[in-house]
């Protein structure tokens, strides 16, 4: 499975939304969207400031990772940004790989 860094903040509804259910309820909502497409919610958090949540999900394909993120941000409630990332043996991979590349200009 893919991972992927999930970054959102709440509109004003969202956010009334959030002080309704509390942080239980969101997590229990975002494990449930995640695992309704085959993914698995790995962590939760909230901040405040410009972002209101963090969350790292593995999911099984780049198509369920955007079903994620189209019916989150198609809901109204929050805008987010997915980020697919990469662990250690990810890099150690494609460091190991030699692309061919030609600057502009070269």
Known sequence: MAKYLIIGSYTAEGAKGVLKEGGS?????????????GGKLESLYWGFGADDFYA??????????????????????????????LTAEDLDAAAKMSPTFRPPGA
């Open 56 to 85: 790292t999900v593995d999911f099984p394909s780049h198509a369920a990772a955007a079903a994620a993120a189209l019916k989150i941000g198609s809901s109204g409630s929050s805008r987010v940004r997915t980020i697919p990332i």
């Open 25 to 37: 309820g969101r997590r229990q909502a975002a494990t449930q969207a995640v695992e309704s497409v």
